[in-house]
C-alpha cells in the first residue's frame, strides 16, 4: 500500500511561516549584541561546523530542540530559561519557522524566525564564528 502524504514539507513550511513573527536579516544583524535576544541555531552539528554560527548563539539543532527547551528535560538548557526574545535562524528559514512554531506552542516566547537564515545572514555580510 503506498502511502498517501496530505501535506508536503513546503505546506508545512508556508504554514509555520505565515504564523510565526519574522526579522529580517538586516533587523537581527544589531540584536546580535543586544542583552534582551537570544539567536538559536537550529542546523545540526555538522551544517554549524562547516559554515559556523552567529557569534553567541545557542546550538539547538532541530530534532532536539523541544528537549533542550523543556525544563523537565534531562537535557533542557538553561538558556530557554530567560526572559527575552528568541531568534531562531537555519539555513534559510524553513526548518526555524517549523521550529519556532513547535516553541511558541510549548509556551516559550517571544520567539521571531530570521528570514533567510544564515544564507542570507552572510550575504548580508554578517559575521560567522
Not at 68 to 97: L, M, W
Request: negative net charge; proline residues 5%; contains cysteine.
Amino acid at each position: 500500500m503506498s502511502q498517501n502524504i496530505i501535506k508536503s514539507a513546503k505546506d508545512l513550511v508556508g504554514e509555520a511561516t505565515s504564523s510565526v513573527p519574522s526579522v529580517s536579516v538586516e533587523d537581527a544583524m544589531p540584536l546580535v549584541s543586544s542583552p534582551d535576544h537570544v539567536f538559536v541555531d537550529l542546523r545540526d552539528g555538522m551544517e554549524q561546523a562547516k559554515t559556523g554560527v552567529i557569534p553567541g548563539a545557542v546550538a539547538s539543532s532541530r530534532g532536539m530542540m523541544e528537549f533542550h527547551i523543556d525544563p523537565e528535560s534531562p537535557v533542557h538548557k538553561t538558556e530557554f530559561n530567560q526572559d527575552k526574545t528568541y531568534v531562531f535562524y537555519c539555513a534559510s528559514g524553513g526548518r526555524s519557522a517549523m521550529a519556532a512554531k513547535v516553541a511558541i506552542e510549548m509556551g516559550l516566547s517571544p520567539v521571531v524566525n530570521m528570514a533567510g537564515g544564515v544564507a542570507a545572514w552572510k550575504k548580508a555580510g554578517g559575521t560567522l564564528e
